[in-house]
């Protein structure tokens, strides 16, 4: 019999008011691995955070993590979860160590355990000689690490990262992703949300990409790349006139037309020989197309692909 997996989700709906934030969504994340919920500000991810959390209510549609049912057991499955959100949660007037002493206590913890345990954590997310200072002189890639280190006191089986390193910058982002990378390796399934497409690229084992509430796609980063192709030739056309020729020759071929900009793209297998090919056969005269480029796939490529757009219309209501 196959694994059961640790969190599972059939048909969740919610909305506010006349705004449809998840419109159905369906998930499957097995044990143990680092699953990703990619999307655009309003695409339905933070909400999805909220309900497996059980923080709200969905309106619609069942939901288990850990093995149990996040609304008729709610408190089996806040035992067994951490959630750190986009804001963190610390007392900026204690130092660190004084705040993850404060969880272990809230987590009924011993004080002896607690002190203990605190000091495990802030070695373990190299934080020791910033342990003694307030945190409110701590960086924000300081508070990230320390509200992780706190949401680890007790060690749970699902792990809710909810855009954790927005904000930071490229040296502390990075900094976040050795600290995720280190915590998949002791078992737990992380369930991570992000906005960062490198974010996901790097660290997930697998990607759900949402937009308008619904999963548009899923699978591993290779195959939602392949679903656009390995390699990508961008062109420049010289006119609109080239530019309409060119979308009605290729039809579904083209990738992300953009008539203002006199810009589309078609796959290739990135090879010289495959790409001065398809130059031939697109431009015989070499008259329409005025510059190309050739990159490899990116899961921002699917994304624009796949929804025609980086960005919702809508935000997701906040505080909730």
Same mark, same amino acid.
């Given at each position: 019999?196959?694994?059961?997996? #640790?969190?599972?989700?059939?048909?969740?709906?919610?909305? *506010?008011?006349?705004?449809?934030?998840? %419109?159905?969504?369906?998930?499957?994340?097995?044990?143990? $691995?680092?699953?990703?919920?990619?999307? @655009?500000?309003?695409?339905?991810?933070?909400?999805?955070?909220? =309900?497996?959390? &059980?923080? =709200?209510?969905?309106?619609?549609?069942?939901?288990?993590?850990?093995?149990?049912?996040?609304?008729?057991?709610?408190?089996?499955?806040?035992? %067994?979860?951490?959630?750190?959100? !986009?804001? &963190?949660?610390? +007392?900026?007037? !204690?130092?660190?160590?004084?705040?993850?002493?404060?969880?272990?206590?809230?987590?009924?913890?011993? $004080? /002896?355990?607690?002190?203990?345990?605190?000091?495990?954590?802030?070695?373990?997310?190299?934080?020791?000689?910033?342990?003694?200072?307030?945190?409110?002189?701590?960086?924000?890639?300081?508070?990230?690490?320390?509200?992780?280190?706190?949401?680890?006191?007790?060690? @749970?089986?699902?792990?809710?990262?909810?855009?954790?390193? #927005?904000?930071?910058?490229?040296?502390?982002?990075?900094?976040?992703?050795?600290?995720?990378?280190?915590?998949?390796?002791?078992?737990?399934? =992380?369930?991570?949300?992000?906005?960062?497409?490198?974010?996901?690229?790097?660290?997930?084992?697998?990607?759900?990409?949402?937009?308008?509430?619904?999963?548009?796609?899923?699978?591993?980063? %290779?195959?939602?790349? !392949?679903?656009?192709?390995?390699?990508?030739?961008?062109?420049?056309?010289?006119?609109?006139?080239?530019?309409?020729?060119?979308?009605? *020759?290729?039809?579904? /071929?083209?990738?992300?037309?953009?008539?203002?900009?006199?810009?589309?793209?078609?796959?290739?297998?990135?090879?010289?020989?495959?790409?001065?090919?398809?130059? +031939?056969?697109?431009? @015989?005269? /070499? /008259?329409?197309?005025?510059?190309?480029?050739?990159?490899?796939?990116?899961?921002? +490529?699917?994304?624009?692909?796949?929804?025609?757009?980086? #960005? &919702?219309?809508?935000?997701?209501?906040?505080?909730?």
């Amino acid at each position: 019999m196959p694994e059961e997996p #640790t969190i599972e989700a059939t048909g969740l709906t919610k909305s *506010y008011g006349e705004v449809r934030v998840l %419109a159905g969504v369906d998930l499957h994340v097995p044990r143990g $691995s680092v699953f990703s919920l990619l999307g @655009p500000n309003g695409a339905g991810k933070t909400t999805t955070v909220r =309900i497996l959390t &059980t923080l =709200i209510a969905p309106d619609g549609g069942t939901a288990r993590v850990a093995g149990h049912d996040i609304v008729r057991e709610r408190g089996l499955v806040r035992r %067994a979860i951490s959630l750190t959100g !986009q804001d &963190t949660a610390l +007392d900026e007037l !204690q130092s660190g160590r004084e705040n993850l002493q404060m969880m272990g206590r809230l987590c009924r913890l011993s $004080s /002896r355990v607690a002190a203990r345990r605190a000091d495990e954590l802030l070695e373990r997310f190299d934080l020791v000689e910033a342990g003694t200072r307030r945190v409110g002189t701590y960086s924000g890639g300081m508070r990230r690490r320390l509200d992780l280190a706190a949401s680890l006191i007790v060690p @749970p089986a699902v792990i809710f990262l909810d855009e954790p390193t #927005t904000g930071l910058d490229p040296r502390s982002r990075a900094e976040m992703w050795r600290v995720i990378t280190e915590l998949t390796r002791s078992g737990v399934t =992380i369930f991570l949300t992000t906005q960062y497409l490198e974010e996901a690229d790097r660290l997930a084992d697998r990607i759900a990409l949402v937009d308008g509430g619904r999963i548009v796609a899923e699978g591993t980063s %290779a195959q939602l790349k !392949q679903r656009v192709a390995e390699h990508r030739l961008d062109l420049s056309l010289t006119d609109v006139t080239g530019f309409d020729m060119m979308t009605r *020759y290729l039809g579904e /071929r083209a990738l992300v037309p953009d008539r203002d900009r006199l810009t589309l793209s078609v796959a290739t297998d990135g090879s010289a020989a495959h790409v001065r090919a398809l130059l +031939d056969d697109l431009d @015989p005269a /070499r /008259r329409v197309i005025d510059r190309f480029a050739v990159h490899s796939a990116t899961l921002d +490529d699917v994304f624009l692909a796949l929804t025609g757009h980086a #960005t &919702t219309a809508h935000k997701e209501p906040a505080g909730v």
